[in-house]
């Protein structure tokens, strides 16, 4: 009976050795970090947030050791009016995602705590529900050539 | 029976007529072209007088605007996407209609947050798009003179981390020769409406 439980404790870990790992149920992609534009500081940053779990996550905070305010905001066109608002979290439904990008849901970066210029690392601390995800990427001149 | 002839003969060339004539009617109508996004004000709008200046150092007048066609965006500096976005589009366009043989209007940025956009600022700004985009700016009054004429809602939006936004209205304005505003262009802008529509709206200014 003892070596029974015993090849079955065994069984178990090889068989869950065997299983794929499915990453963690939250995942950061397509990193955008532009370089703010003359005469500004503040840098704008889009990603793409998925949800793979199965429970609905919310992303309350996004820090970056470059700069000393960091703030989620929201470009809306409303009867032909700009206006930028904070947004004070970001909830995503379970297996879904949201888009920061441009004209719509994007991040402030501002007050550099240092020099960041296009080239220059930064890194992009998530805090959400479960956990923090972090991100590393690259600030990138604000105007691509076409 | 000859009576009944020429009566045909006559309804026969009334309907060829009238045919005719529907004919030339929609090929003259077709033949001029159309704006495909632009929305071409009636009888244009001409500005009032207002004083702002560029960012030369320039005095710019209701007068710097007439002899050419121009296309005017109303945002700010510290404004993060659609500003940067929509005088990127403009600029892009412009370099497509040049490479075509295309005369291309002037691009003229004016800020609504003078308080931040000061000469200096606007000429680092405007010149990192690498057109000639003249940023232009001045007192709140001289600035309301302009766009209350041409409809452009502008206001200070305070953030809670201590700065502050600008609303402001994303339009594009078509200004004629006469410094009149002959059309508009609403948000969300694409390159390809600029390069389409600008040459058709200078063509039946």
Same mark, same amino acid.
């Given at each position: 009976m003892k070596?029974?439980? /015993?090849?079955?404790?065994?069984?178990?870990?090889?068989? *869950?050795?065997?299983? @794929? !790992? +499915?990453? +963690? @149920?939250?995942?950061?992609?397509?990193?955008? &970090?532009?370089a703010p534009m003359p005469g500004s500081s503040a840098g704008v940053a889009y990603f793409k947030i998925e949800n793979r779990s199965? =429970?609905? &996550?919310?992303? *309350?905070?996004?820090?970056? @050791?470059?700069?000393?305010?960091?703030?989620?905001?929201?470009?809306?066109?409303?009867?032909?009016v700009s206006r930028m608002r904070p947004v004070e979290s970001i909830r995503i439904e379970p297996a879904s995602s949201v888009n920061f990008m441009p004209g719509e849901k994007h991040l402030m970066l501002m007050r550099p705590s240092a020099s960041v210029v296009p080239g220059s690392p930064v890194t992009l601390e998530f805090h959400y529900d479960f956990g923090l995800l972090i991100v590393n990427a690259t600030m990138q001149n604000r105007l691509p050539s076409e | 029976m000859s009576t009944t002839?020429?009566?045909?003969? #006559? &309804?026969? #060339?009334?309907?060829?007529?009238?045919?005719?004539?529907?004919?030339?009617?929609q090929a003259i109508q077709g033949g001029r072209a159309q704006p495909a996004f632009a929305t071409v004000w009636p009888g244009s709008k001409p500005l009032p007088e207002f004083s702002l200046m560029d960012h030369s150092g320039n005095?710019?007048?209701? =007068? *710097? %605007? /007439?002899?050419?066609?121009? %296309?005017?965006f109303f945002g700010f500096t510290h404004c993060p996407d659609i500003c940067p976005a929509t005088l990127q589009q403009l600029a892009i366009a412009n370099s497509r209609l040049t490479e075509s043989g295309t005369n291309v209007p002037d691009i003229i940025l004016v800020s609504v947050d003078p308080e931040r956009d000061s000469p200096e600022v606007m000429a680092a700004y405007v010149s990192h798009f690498g057109? !000639?985009?003249?940023?232009?700016?001045?007192?709140? +009054?001289?600035?309301?003179?302009? =766009? *209350?004429?041409?409809? &452009?809602?502008?206001?200070?939006?305070?953030l809670p981390s201590g700065g502050y936004s600008v609303d402001h209205s994303a339009v594009v304005l078509v200004i004629n020769e006469n410094g009149a505003i002959h059309a508009s262009f609403g948000a969300p802008h694409t390159i390809d409406a600029f390069v389409n529509d600008v040459p058709v709206l200078m063509g039946s200014g």
């Open positions: 070596i029974t439980t /015993q090849v079955l404790s065994l069984a178990a870990i090889f068989l *869950s050795a065997c299983v @794929p !790992d +499915p990453g +963690p @149920p939250v995942s950061i992609t397509d990193v955008k &970090i532009l199965e =429970t609905t &996550i919310t992303v *309350s905070r996004i820090d970056s @050791p470059q700069y000393n305010d960091v703030e989620m905001h929201e470009t809306t066109i409303e009867d032909g | 002839r020429k009566l045909l003969a #006559m &309804i026969f #060339m009334l309907l060829a007529f009238t045919g005719g004539a529907v004919f030339m009617y005095a710019f007048t209701r =007068t *710097s %605007l /007439q002899g050419k066609w121009s %296309l005017m057109g !000639d985009i003249r940023g232009v700016t001045g007192d709140i +009054p001289e600035l309301r003179k302009l =766009t *209350s004429a041409a409809g &452009i809602f502008f206001e200070k939006s305070e």
